[in-house]
């Protein structure tokens, strides 16, 4: 590109990538290849660049033929006899394949992750139940002696009776 950052050339690959020909693509700005918003960051990362200072490592998505890209772009200054800058030369790597891997691996922890949170909880509520069947227990045993107690009045019998019913149907609920 030139300093304004208008295309003055492209390499074959590139071309290829674009769906272009040379006619269609040079004069345009780089920005015009990219998509709108990559484009505004990008305008705004080139202004903090200081000419004939090293330039970033950028990343973008290219508008291209078939679909977009993801491209990684390293570029240099081109420098004139008496060593301004007078244009920029950069050489464009698609990393869209490396980026859906990360996207993929990035879901997968995260899915990864949610697991092992439903494994904790699973074993944090298997240990309650434990807990609470333990205690269940004692309140089963006792209301059933209490039942077999002929000694008592009907209507605590009849209570011991209830709690211990509602005993079971708390355990089977713990058991579920």
Sequence with gaps: TNMDMHLTSLNKATLSLLGKTNEEIIGKT???LMLPEDA???QFEERLIISGMPRPTMEFTLQCKDKNRHMEVVSRWILSANSKPIGVHGIGRD????????????????KLHEAEKLRVLGEMAAGVAHNFNNQLTSVLGYAELMTLNNQLPENVRNNAVKIFESGKRCSDIVRR
Excluded: L
Aim: avoid cysteine; charge should be neutral; glycine fraction near 0%.
């Design 95 to 110: 990393v869209q394949e490396r980026r859906e891997r990360e996207t993929a691996e990035q879901n997968f922890r995260d």
């Design 30 to 32: 780089i920005y015009d």
């Design 40 to 42: 505004k960051r990008i």
